[in-house]
């Protein structure tokens, strides 16, 4: 099955993947969005960001997943609402599975505590029972932020000096279920893909923006035989 995967696109779909522009989406079997489809998570965004994505998902045998992120806040405020705008193209995983051309796919959209965003969670027993859920089997892994140490490091700002800020109990998770996929987003900077830190798992971040918010980097496709 050959995945193409993107995230973080901010609502900024009417530049995207668009006759005549820059970044072009690869054909392949599934489409995989690994959240932040808005700016705020405003309902009017989530449509539209959904709709599109629901669009995409048609060029795909598969259709798409997507998972959410900490700018998807109408995901979290009213769950209900959002899945209800959910086109019939597009898996939607919260904490959730689903088994997909034979592959097994879990999605999440929980990252660590920063600033009070959507489904932000404490370091410890808060986020450990959201990983708890990840199945021992998994082929294909979506989760919004990254592991720590992989496609995790923001530079120096003002929030701090540069660091690697993935999560250290989701990378734990990571070495013991060994998906044969790893793909998140979140931390623009940390775009690319990985396939030696962890033998057998390749960990992609799909993130199309770039730490400016400017769409700069290409889709990422996969294939799993």
């Not at 530049?15 to 489809?37: C, M, N, Q, S, V």
Request: charged share 20%.
């Amino acid at each position: 099955m050959k995945i193409v995967c993107i995230s973080d696109t901010h609502s900024q779909q009417g530049e995207l993947f668009t006759t005549g522009r820059r970044l072009k989406l690869p054909e392949g079997d599934l489409l995989i969005h690994a959240g932040d489809l808005t700016s705020q998570g405003r309902p009017a965004e989530c449509a539209a960001a959904l709709s599109w994505l629901g669009t995409l998902a048609e060029r795909f045998t598969h259709g798409a997943v997507v998972i959410t992120g900490n700018h998807d806040f109408l995901a979290e405020r009213d769950p209900e609402a959002f899945a209800a705008l959910v086109p019939p193209s597009v898996t939607y995983l919260n904490d959730s599975g689903v088994e997909i051309g034979g592959l097994r796919f879990w999605g999440s959209p929980i990252t660590p505590w920063f600033h009070d965003w959507a489904f932000n969670r404490r370091p410890g027993r808060d986020i450990a029972a959201h990983w708890a859920k990840i199945p021992a089997s998994v082929d294909v892994l979506v989760t919004h932020g990254p592991v720590r140490g992989i496609h995790d490091r923001v530079p120096a700002s003002r929030f701090g000096p540069a660091a690697h800020v993935g999560c250290p109990q989701l990378r734990e998770v990571a070495e013991r279920v060994r998906p044969r996929l790893f793909v998140c987003g979140h931390i623009h900077e940390g775009y690319g893909t990985d396939a030696l830190s962890l033998p057998g798992t390749t960990f992609v971040n799909a993130s199309i923006l770039d730490g400016q918010y400017r769409p700069a980097n290409q889709p990422v496709s996969v294939t799993l035989p």
